[in-house]
């Protein structure tokens, strides 16, 4: 009876004269499901795919007929089946559902609620193709994000990601260290390195060393803890610069074998990933060399639905290797640069006192071994009631 169904039956009435050659013609050439006569015309019910066969039997022997009934899905999909407008009408609507399924309807920017700070992320958006209207796929999320890292100077870091047509970027303010803040907790102040105490200036807390005492590291230099003659204690936030002159060795080191990575152009290369696999869309062919690589991939949605279907793009960064052999005059300059840039960036708040740089080759390169007398701050914050 489900097969019935499925394949789909008629029943076809014939009126005539010769009804046993019909039968015999028809059972001999059709599959009949049954047979009966009323009056007379004769019933036959038969399977969907005889039915043209038996109407032609039927005319060969001069029978006049026509299907009374007809059953099941074959026929329901018959009616479908020339209706051309609905099929294209039903492509035309999943295309429309994928396409709109995937064009950016809103941008969300979490982490800040500076509306001044979101108003120059999302002019950075839209200069680099992140928009609201625009087609997801075609966005590049991993250029944008580095624009966005580089030209916006009140975010630490930045990220772009998509939930269906929802464009999410998340980002982490730069925020001021809070002095009013951290000005009222009660607090020490301690040496963070030996050394012999040269200049001392406090606004807050009690000086606990002398000029020219020798300290250790961890020693109390002002004490945030002061006992009044009246028997009350009072705590306060230690403030003051204390200075030290104290010994610091450096070694620097140049070989004589130099290698030096460079940057190139950079490209974007994309691809259709279908599951874990990337396919080179046509008309783009894959850059040969040396790249330095980041991909980003973004996934089509169907109602909300996250497709394992998307666009996977790269961006390819040029890279190539310089190699170069020193000879020891030039290795002994490439030192004493690096030292003078060591000098500039990280003892530009200390003062040196003197200096004594001690050469030293070896078969690899050469080794510069300074030792400074340097004069700077060694006072560090320390919370009186810090767990």
């Given at each position: 009876m489900i097969g019935q169904q499925i394949v789909g039956f008629a029943v076809i009435k014939m009126v005539g004269f010769n009804e046993y050659e019909l039968i015999e013609d028809i059972r001999s050439n059709c599959k009949v499901i049954c047979l009966n006569k009323e009056k007379d015309a004769l019933y036959i019910k038969i399977y969907s795919y005889n039915i043209q066969k038996a109407l032609s039997i039927s005319q060969k022997h001069g029978f006049v007929a026509e299907v009374v009934h007809e059953t099941g899905i074959y026929f329901i999909l018959r009616r479908f089946i020339k209706r051309y407008g609905l099929y294209i009408g039903t492509l035309l609507s999943v295309i429309l559902i994928m396409y709109f399924s995937n064009i950016a309807m809103r941008?969300?920017?979490?982490?800040?609620?500076?509306?001044?700070?979101?108003?120059?992320?999302?002019?950075?958006?839209?200069?680099?193709?992140?928009?609201?209207?625009?087609y997801i796929p075609s966005m590049n999320f991993v250029k944008a994000n580095i624009r966005l890292s580089s030209l916006c100077d009140d975010i630490a870091w930045s990220s772009i990601a998509h939930t269906g047509s929802v464009i999410k970027v998340e980002v982490t303010e730069i925020t001021p260290k809070d002095d009013n803040e951290s000005r009222r907790i009660p607090s020490n102040i301690i040496a963070k390195r030996d050394g012999v105490i040269v200049k001392a200036e406090v606004l807050a807390g009690q000086l606990e060393v002398l000029l020219g005492d020798a300290v250790a590291k961890g020693d109390m230099l002002v004490n945030g803890v002061i006992e009044r003659r009246n028997g009350v204690t009072y705590y306060y936030h230690s403030l003051g610069k204390i200075m030290a002159e104290y010994d610091e060795t450096v070694q620097?080191?140049?070989?004589?074998?130099?290698?030096?990575?460079?940057?190139?152009?950079?490209?974007?290369?994309?691809?259709?990933?279908?599951?874990?696999?990337?396919?080179?869309?046509?008309?783009?062919?894959?850059?040969?060399?040396?790249?330095?690589?980041?991909?980003?991939?973004?996934?089509?949605?169907?109602?909300?639905?996250?497709?394992?279907?998307?666009?996977?793009?790269?961006?390819?960064?040029?890279?190539?290797?310089?190699?170069?052999?020193?000879?020891?005059?030039?290795?002994?300059?490439?030192?004493?640069r690096l030292l003078d840039n060591y000098e500039k960036n990280i003892l530009s708040d200390e003062e040196i006192v003197s200096r004594n740089i001690e050469e030293v080759m070896t078969e690899n390169g050469v080794t510069l071994f300074v030792n400074y007398k340097l004069i700077g701050e060694i006072g560090v914050q320390q919370e009186i009631f810090a767990k």
């Open positions: 941008i969300e920017i979490t982490g800040t609620n500076n509306e001044a700070v979101k108003a120059e992320i999302l002019d950075i958006l839209k200069q680099e193709g992140v928009s609201t209207g625009k620097i080191v140049k070989n004589y074998k130099a290698t030096s990575k460079n940057y190139g152009k950079t490209h974007y290369v994309h691809a259709l990933r279908i599951f874990e696999a990337d396919f080179q869309l046509p008309g783009l062919k894959s850059k040969a060399g040396n790249f330095d690589v980041e991909t980003d991939t973004a996934y089509l949605y169907f109602f909300g639905i996250k497709l394992p279907i998307g666009i996977t793009t790269q961006k390819l960064t040029e890279l190539s290797y310089d190699e170069e052999i020193l000879s020891t005059e030039d290795a002994f300059f490439e030192a004493y």
